[in-house]
């Protein structure tokens, strides 16, 4: 998929105020410190579509961006904020789990993971949270490029090992770097493979 055109549609905390177009929705999250921003930019070849921050946690809203006319890349803030407070945190996680309740048009959602850290609690938490409630997902490891590719198959395969535990397959993942276009292709591919499902099974 080559993205053409990428426009910021919105920003809120309401869900029932996100756009009411039926276009399918691919939804971004992950720990704030992670790469999502940058990940977003990468994607769609815009340097500043997504505001890319040095202080973790600037995303805070549900953010809409329309993409090639016909999806919605969604930008959604991260969980485990360093520098928010509780009652925050509690607004942001409210308005999360009702993004994931209440959007039909969500088709998947993307965790992305820094790679090179071992499996952490809080993302396991948050994807046994996704399967519990029946929300497809893939994992994005992010940061790629910061380490060699043996460290690489190594903490892929800690992550399999601990997922494995309590999932029968390990779910769909990509492998990424912001600053290298590293699974840029993979990523948008998928997408564009899971947009093509959906129109033919409406056809």
């Not at 704030?32 to 809203?61: C, D, E, F, W």
């Amino acid at each position: 998929m080559k993205i053409k055109t990428a426009e910021f549609v919105m920003s809120n905390s309401d869900v029932a105020k996100c756009p009411k177009s039926m276009l399918p929705e691919y939804a971004f999250i992950g720990r704030s410190n992670v790469g999502k921003s940058s990940l977003i930019n990468m994607l769609t070849s815009r340097k500043s579509l997504a505001k890319t921050s040095g202080r973790p946690g600037k995303t805070q809203l549900i953010n809409h961006f329309l993409i090639n006319k016909n999806w919605h890349l969604v930008d959604l803030p991260g969980y485990g904020y360093a520098r928010v407070s509780k009652s925050a945190k509690k607004v942001f996680q409210k308005f999360i789990t009702q993004y994931f309740g209440l959007r039909e048009q969500l088709v998947t959602a993307f965790v992305l993971v820094d790679i090179r850290h071992d499996p952490q609690p809080i993302d396991l938490e948050f994807m046994q949270w996704l399967g519990e409630n029946g929300i497809p997902f893939s994992i994005i490891f992010t940061k790629a490029d910061k380490l060699k590719p043996k460290a690489i198959e190594r903490y892929v395969e800690a992550y399999k090992k601990v997922l494995l535990e309590t999932w029968e397959t390990m779910p769909n993942y990509f492998i990424t770097s912001s600053t290298k276009d590293i699974g840029k292709d993979e990523v948008l591919n998928y997408i564009d493979e899971l947009n093509g499902n959906m129109e033919l099974s409406s056809s």
